[in-house]
């Protein structure tokens, strides 16, 4: 079982940068695959970022097309925690930002499907 905590949201003006945190409590988290994924008012939720459970030179991130080189995601096992470092903000990034994680050994997915335990969630506000 893994008991996820998102934080780091919040307002910012467009080409700002924020850090999203997902702080995990549990037996396992360090073998579970972490997505990010975010929904805003009167749209379905969608993916953004991905990152494997093998957290050295060979892990595996994946991005959505419409964040790739200005979203970043990363792990610190130490810590419990995954990290979307999104920096150029746009106000269409407005949205709130929820992290999940696979089962353990899973390989990582673009569809909520793919994982099993939800955060909270924290919200995103982008102003023009």
């Known amino acids: 079982q893994v008991q996820l905590v998102e934080s780091g949201g919040g307002l910012v003006q467009a080409g700002g940068s924020l850090r999203l945190s997902c702080a995990a409590s549990?037996?396992?988290?360090?073998?579970?695959?972490v997505g990010w994924f975010r929904q805003a008012p009167g749209k379905e939720r969608e993916f953004v970022a991905a990152i494997s459970w093998v957290a050295d030179s060979r892990d595996s991130r994946d991005y959505a097309d419409f964040v790739k080189g200005r979203f970043t995601i990363s792990r610190d096992n130490t810590k419990k925690t995954v990290y979307l470092q999104m920096n150029s903000l746009k106000p269409k990034d407005t949205a709130f930002y929820s992290c999940?994680?696979?089962?353990?050994?899973?390989?990582?997915?673009?569809?909520?499907?793919?994982?099993?335990?939800w955060g909270q969630g924290t919200q995103v506000t982008v102003s023009s």
């Open positions: 999940a994680a696979g089962r353990e050994y899973y390989s990582t997915s673009t569809s909520e499907t793919g994982y099993e335990y």
């Open positions: 549990g037996r396992t988290f360090n073998t579970n695959p």
